[in-house]
């Protein structure tokens, strides 16, 4: 399918089902995209795995994903967060499950899922909990741990503008994690402000290629959201 555009949010998540491992792109309000995230409740899908950086903190849409109990386990960064305690209740309560990963190893794990990497080695969490039942060794004298590879069913990543092939620029911080996740998934969903004409990008600041994207969507109603800051 050359023209990735769809009609709406709604028709864009319509193939997610209960139990969707998701990659969610996000730092906080940049680049979330929150009219997917919204589409998804209203689809109702549970038993979701979450990989993304901050656990239901950083907008309403996703907020909310977590305090209506959709999401089973989250593997992510930053659990907690000033704006909300959905997350934390959820926690406490025994609902969630959480996987802590720094967030550098976080994107690495994300990059190497997309590039076919069996797996890496790193020194963060060397000699912490975090690398309990991990496999450790030694190299040139220094502690490493090795992290997996990441991959999703879905990804469902904001970006600024697309064209009809799903070639994707960012605006500044909003561009975070979504290049990673559109390579590692099996699906890549993207919500724009807006889908250009074929031809209007200039190759030079087109940052993920099309061919890693499946649909995109836009919200002309909002051109320029939180999303994009």
Do not use: W
Not at 112 to 120: L, N, R, T, W
Not at 178 to 198: H, K, Q, R, W, Y
């Amino acid at each position: 399918m050359i023209n990735k555009e769809v009609n709406s949010f709604d028709e864009a998540i319509a193939d997610i089902t209960d139990g969707a491992v998701l990659m969610i792109s996000g730092f906080g309000p940049p680049g979330q995209p929150g009219g997917l995230i919204e589409a998804l409740i209203r689809k109702n899908v549970r038993d979701l795995t979450v990989i993304n950086n901050n656990a239901g903190a950083g907008g309403e849409a996703i907020k909310n994903l977590f305090a209506l109990e959709r999401v089973k386990k989250v593997i992510c960064s930053f659990p907690r967060a000033l704006d909300s305690t959905v997350f934390d209740d959820l926690y406490l309560a025994g609902k969630i499950e959480l996987e802590l990963v720094p967030q550098g190893t976080l994107a690495e794990r994300i990059r190497a899922g997309g590039a076919g990497i069996g797996g890496f080695f790193t020194q963060t969490a060397f000699g912490t909990e975090m690398a309990i039942g991990k496999e450790s060794r030694m190299i040139n004298g220094k502690g490493f741990v090795l992290e997996e590879p990441l991959i999703a069913d879905f990804a469902i990543i904001r970006a600024l503008h697309s064209d009809p092939h799903g070639n994707l620029t960012y605006r500044k911080t909003g561009r975070n994690f979504g290049p990673i996740m559109a390579t590692a998934a099996s699906c890549t969903i993207v919500e724009v402000s807006d889908v250009v004409p074929l031809g209007s990008l200039d190759p030079e600041v087109i940052i993920t290629p099309g061919i890693y994207v499946d649909r995109v969507v836009s919200d002309q109603r909002n051109p320029l959201s939180a999303g994009d800051l």
